[in-house]
T-cell receptor, first 114, second 110 residues
Framework: DAGVTQSPTHLIKTRGQQVTLRCSPK?????VSWYQQALGQGPQFIFQ???????QRGNFPDRFSGHQFPNYSSELNVNALLLGDSALYLC?????????????FGQGTRLTVV | RKEVEQDPGPFNVPEGATVAFNCTYS??????FFWYRQDCRKEPKLLMS???SGNEDGRFTAQLNRASQYISLLIRDSKLSDSATYLC???????????FGKGTRLSVIA
């Protein structure tokens, strides 16, 4: 049983570019949440997708957008990249939208903006 | 006040020591509480859930004090392999995402 998988694992982009990160949830999970983790900080919630819709959104600008597909996989898109967007981007999947059950994380995508 | 606050750390302890981490949360209506462990450059993984009655898993004990809005994690007989960052995580209310503390780094030294 594959856990949460993310791609790519590492990425280097220049300021102003756009990036797309991908996530496949754990088998049987239908809810995907995205987090940004800067160095030395805890993960910060970006948004959550359930039934192909954005259910919750954290305090992130509109440059951050996402999508969930019918197979529950998800994408995170960031436009007009800034140096401050450099971080580890984590995808978490869970069994129910209320997140009262365990959330399983992927290994993350480490994005560096230069 | 931040939603979830943790001891700043880092904690450097010898093998076999007992170490305790503390965490406070701001929303008194918070529903669920967890401790996650994150190894260097890895993803967070659930260590244990925290129940009102307190719970124990081997060398690890988690406690919740709702009146004080306080969560703790106790690690007994520390092992080198316990070296990691420990994240306090709170679910503030139904249908909301998990809120993470900044984490407390633990280094267990031989």
């Amino acid at each position: 049983d594959a856990g949460v998988t993310q791609s790519p694992t590492h990425l280097i982009k220049t300021r102003g570019q756009q990036v797309t990160l991908r996530c496949s949830p754990k088998s049987g999970h239908d809810t995907v949440s995205w987090y940004q983790q800067a160095l030395g900080q805890g993960p910060q919630f970006i948004f959550q997708y359930y039934e192909e819709e954005e259910r919750q959104r954290g305090n992130f600008p509109d440059r951050f957008s996402g999508h969930q597909f019918p197979n529950y996989s998800s994408e995170l898109n960031v436009n007009a990249l800034l140096l401050g967007d450099s971080a580890l981007y984590l995808c978490a999947s869970s069994l129910d939208p209320e997140m009262n059950t365990e959330a399983f994380f992927g290994q993350g995508t480490r994005l560096t903006v230069v | 006040r931040k939603e979830v606050e943790q001891d700043p750390g880092p904690f450097n302890v010898p093998e076999g020591a007992t170490v305790a981490f503390n965490c406070t949360y701001s929303n008194s209506a918070s529903q669920s509480f967890f401790w996650y462990r994150q190894d260097c450059r890895k993803e967070p993984k659930l260590l244990m859930s925290v129940y009102s009655s307190g719970n124990e898993d081997g060398r690890f004990t988690a406690q919740l004090n709702r009146a004080s809005q306080y969560i703790s994690l106790l690690i007994r007989d520390s092992k080198l392999s316990d070296s990691a960052t420990y994240l306090c995580v709170v679910n503030p209310r139904e249908n909301t995402p998990l809120v993470f503390g900044k984490g407390t780094r633990l280094s267990v030294i031989a």
